[in-house]
């Protein structure tokens, strides 16, 4: 089975490609350089050339902040780009995965999403990412739209390698308390995505780390775990004053993925065990 994975050089393209690399799959892995994703003939082409049974889509513009006031780009890569490789797939007969956020819902609900819930994206960067999914809804039968959150892998720039660097380098960092997310390892999501497309059932999913925390929680078991001695200091959204609003309330249920019968991700507290583990054996 051949298997095109866009954004191969990402966070979660590199993971995903690891994944897909075993066994009797033939990986095509395309970064942003080998194809972009935006321009809608040269995917066509490519996939035509490719001929892939699945593409797996980690390709997305996901400069939260920047998007705000440049909105063109993530319109262009999280939007139509979607939309190019739900049109190609659907020509050719392929199935895509296509990865999707929390960023979709404005995080208001008291309770935690689940894949039934309306969007109502609050930022730009959400809106780009919910109509990719429309996109893709309404382009293409055979795909799996898979939302996650709070991700983190060797791999990429992230919350947990920004506040590691942070954490070594100061006496004191203030990290925003008032919003709850799932971590979500990497490597176990690549995992996920790759069970969920044994299943044969289409549909939208969430896939994410086990249990909640909020950014402080989350930045304090890594201080802990890592013997890094800052003082973390717990501060509002507002205090922070990120230019996109992000949701208070991030938490993804796996509903559907239950109902399959799908084992849970990992708890978030030991995908960090396992992010830890990693970067010490990268430090070598
Ligand atoms: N990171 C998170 O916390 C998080 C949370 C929820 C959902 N997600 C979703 O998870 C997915 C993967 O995220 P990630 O963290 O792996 O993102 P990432 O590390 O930023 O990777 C995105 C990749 O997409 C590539 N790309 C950008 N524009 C492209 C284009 N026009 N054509 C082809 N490739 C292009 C980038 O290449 P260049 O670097 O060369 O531009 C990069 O390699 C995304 O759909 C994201 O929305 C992420």
Same mark, same amino acid.
Request: hydrophobic content about 30%; aromatic content about 16%; charged content about 30%.
């Given at each position: 089975m051949k298997v095109v994975v866009t954004g191969a050089g990402g966070q979660l393209g590199r993971e995903v490609s690891a994944v897909f690399s075993v066994g009797e799959v033939e990986l095509v892995p395309l970064t942003s350089a080998d194809l972009?994703?935006?321009d809608a003939r040269t995917v066509m082409a490519r996939l035509q050339a490719e001929q892939p049974a699945l593409v797996i889509n980690a390709?997305?513009? +996901?400069a939260v902040d920047a998007?705000?006031?440049?909105?063109a780009p993530a319109w262009g890569v999280n939007a139509a780009g979607a939309w190019h490789l739900a049109l190609a797939c659907r020509e050719l007969g392929t199935t895509l995965v296509h990865m999707s956020t929390?960023?979709?819902?404005?995080? +208001?609900?008291s309770r935690p999403y689940t894949e039934f819930d309306a969007t109502a994206p609050a930022s730009v960067y959400g809106r780009t990412k919910d109509a990719g999914e429309q996109l893709v809804r309404d382009t293409l039968d055979r795909h799996y739209i898979v939302r996650t959150s709070w991700l983190h892998g060797r791999h990429g720039g992230n919350f947990l390698s920004t506040m590691l660097r942070l954490g070594r380098e100061r006496d004191q960092v203030s990290v925003v308390n008032d919003q709850r997310g799932c971590p979500t390892f990497a490597d176990d999501l690549a995992q996920s995505i790759a069970e969920l497309v044994g299943t044969g059932a289409y549909g939208t999913y969430h896939r994410t780390g086990s249990g909640s925390c909020t950014w402080f929680e989350f930045a304090r078991a890594a201080f802990d775990r890592a013997d890094i001695a800052v003082q973390v200091l717990p501060i509002t959204t507002e205090q922070f004053g990120a230019p996109a609003p992000r949701p208070a309330n991030s938490v993804l249920e796996n509903t559907k993925a239950n109902l399959l019968g799908l084992d849970s991700l990992r708890p978030w507290e030991e995908g960090l065990d396992r992010f830890l583990a990693q970067l010490e054996d990268q430090r070598g």
């Open positions: 972009d994703i935006t390709a997305a513009y +996901t998007c705000e006031d440049d909105p929390d960023y979709v819902f404005d995080g +208001t609900l």
